[in-house]
């Protein structure tokens, strides 16, 4: 490639030259956006209490602290969605007090990362240190809280049913003859047979790309606890950045 094609004058002074490293670091680098968000209003280091992600599928979830006490506060609101997300007793407290005291924020969408990097400049030494990132996350408020009473009843029902149609046939009634003519054999063992049918390459794909496919593998991956440190100013920011940068943190 010649000087032409890059539009570089030849009298075009030359600053100063910088090194520049390519890393893999052990863990991964995600960057995050939040779209419903101001920028004059960016989240502090107090604003999230919980943090939490499934690596696999790269799905985040943070918990953003709500002040019940302020001004702005809609108490009995808040109080109505507490009430009706606590009141299963069965399953762990959604919030931690009587009132709606978080809000969740969580990725609804991983754009890969492979083609994108994120840099530190060390500007002392003329360094610039550059890792790939695994994906981009946008993080939207979540209302799972109000799904918290929704009941399958209807369906199990329908379910029990249609499980009781199938032992008896598929009209949901079983024909007189047979129930005369047919008597149990008191020796005799039941034995259930199930033979696997080969899936073909199409419904190998449909079936990647369903949606209780993919709700099964966001189900089945675990969730990892995660710590919010939102001030890039902060010591413990400065001490992993400084690990980030050392010897031992490229593979």
């Not at 030259?17 to 101001?38: A, K």
């Not at 107090?46 to 992600?53: C, E, G, L, M, Q």
């Not at 009587?98 to 360094?127: L, W």
Request: hydrophobic share 30%; proline share 4%.
């Amino acid at each position: 490639m010649d000087n032409n094609s890059l539009n570089v004058e030849e009298d075009d002074e030359l600053l100063y030259e910088i090194d520049v490293e390519f890393r893999r670091p052990q863990q991964s680098i995600y960057l995050f956006q939040y779209p419903l968000r101001p920028y004059h209003r960016s989240y502090d280091e107090n604003s999230f209490t919980n943090a939490r992600i499934k690596e696999k599928i790269s799905l985040v979830e943070m918990d953003l602290f709500v002040d019940s006490e302020s001004a702005n506060y809609y108490g009995a609101r808040g109080k109505q969605f507490a009430e009706s997300a606590n009141a299963n007793d069965d399953k762990k407290r959604f919030f931690n007090s009587d009132r709606m005291d978080k809000q969740t924020i969580a990725s609804t969408n991983a754009t890969p990362g492979d083609c994108y990097f994120v840099g530190i400049f060390d500007s002392c030494n003329r360094h610039l240190t550059l890792c790939p990132l695994k994906s981009i996350l946008q993080l939207r408020p979540q209302f799972n809280y109000l799904d918290q009473n929704t009941t399958g009843s209807t369906g199990a029902k329908d379910g029990s049913m249609m499980e009781d149609d199938a032992m008896h046939g598929s009209d949901g009634e079983q024909s007189g003859s047979e129930s005369e003519d047919v008597k149990p054999d008191p020796s005799a063992s039941l034995v259930t047979m199930k033979f696997a049918k080969k899936e073909s390459e199409y419904h190998k794909a449909k079936r990647l790309q369903s949606y209780s496919y993919h709700r099964q593998t966001r189900e089945d991956d675990r969730w990892q606890d995660l710590v919010c440190i939102m001030n890039v100013n902060s010591p413990e920011a400065q001490r992993l950045r400084r690990e980030f940068l050392s010897s031992n943190a490229g593979v």
